[in-house]
């Protein structure tokens, strides 16, 4: 089956860092732009950060640029985001989304339904 599965969230306290993990089943990254998308509780899905398969390319919305690194392994496999210097505002259900497009970018961070292949999730919570 296709299709992309998150793991890594939990509970961790503000300052502190996690690290998420996206994988791939059934197919690789190469072709495709991955996204991290998050839904914290009474707001919209945002669009966070993306890398592109092709050239490892990455974009990065101002709420967690400088904090949040997306990076991917070299077999195409994973992506990662890690996130670093953890707040209480990050608390959401982060997912996962890829779509075959060479670069990545905000067009697909700003239409989550778009994309091909999406996750069901993993919960992050800061604690204060």
């Known amino acids: 089956e296709v299709q992309v599965v998150e793991s890594g969230g939990g509970l961790v306290q503000a300052g502190k860092s996690l690290r998420l993990f996206c994988a791939a089943s059934?197919?690789?990254?190469?072709?495709?732009?991955i996204g991290w998308f998050r839904q914290a509780p009474g707001k919209e899905r945002e669009g966070i950060s993306c890398?592109?398969?092709?050239?490892?390319?990455?974009y990065y919305e101002t709420s967690v640029e400088g904090r949040f690194t997306i990076s991917s392994d070299t077999d195409k496999i994973t992506v990662y985001l890690q996130m670093n210097s953890l707040e209480p505002e990050d608390t959401a259900v982060y997912y996962c989304?890829?779509?075959?497009?060479?670069?990545?970018?905000?067009?697909?961070?700003?239409?989550?339904?778009?994309?091909?292949?999406r996750g069901k999730g993993t919960l992050v919570t800061v604690s204060s």
């Open positions: 059934g197919f690789t990254f190469d072709d495709y732009a």
């Open positions: 890398i592109s398969g092709s050239d490892g390319s990455t």
């Open positions: 989304a890829a779509t075959k497009a060479p670069l990545c970018g905000s067009y697909y961070l700003h239409n989550y339904y778009l994309m091909d292949y």
